[in-house]
């Protein structure tokens, strides 16, 4: 599997709008597993999920369960912040 590259902010606005995607835009907490994240994102790279997902996390976009994270769950925050991109 091969994507596009992205720039570091490009991959984390991916990353949560795979997230919501995945969900089925329903309200949090919807939680979805790491690998579908990793496919809808077309990308291979484990690392590069890994560390956008601890990131989201600390601050404060997504929520995670297991370390390394098996499965999140997007928050109110990534929502607005989504919004917010959404309208510029």
Same mark, same amino acid.
């Given at each position: 599997m091969t994507a596009k590259p992205f720039n570091p902010a490009q991959f984390l606005?991916?990353?949560l709008?795979?997230?919501r995607e995945v969900t089925g835009h329903r309200a949090p907490p919807?939680?979805?597993h790491?690998?579908?994240l990793r496919r809808k994102l077309a990308t291979d790279n484990?690392? &590069?999920v890994d560390a956008a997902i601890r990131l989201a996390v &600390?601050?404060?976009?997504l929520r995670s369960d297991g370390d390394p994270a098996?499965?999140?769950t997007i928050t109110v925050q990534g929502?607005?912040?989504?919004?917010?991109?959404a309208q510029q």
């Open positions: 606005s991916a990353l709008t795979a997230v919807a939680w979805t790491v690998d579908k484990v690392d &590069a &600390a601050r404060g976009w098996t499965s999140v929502i607005k912040l989504l919004e917010a991109g």
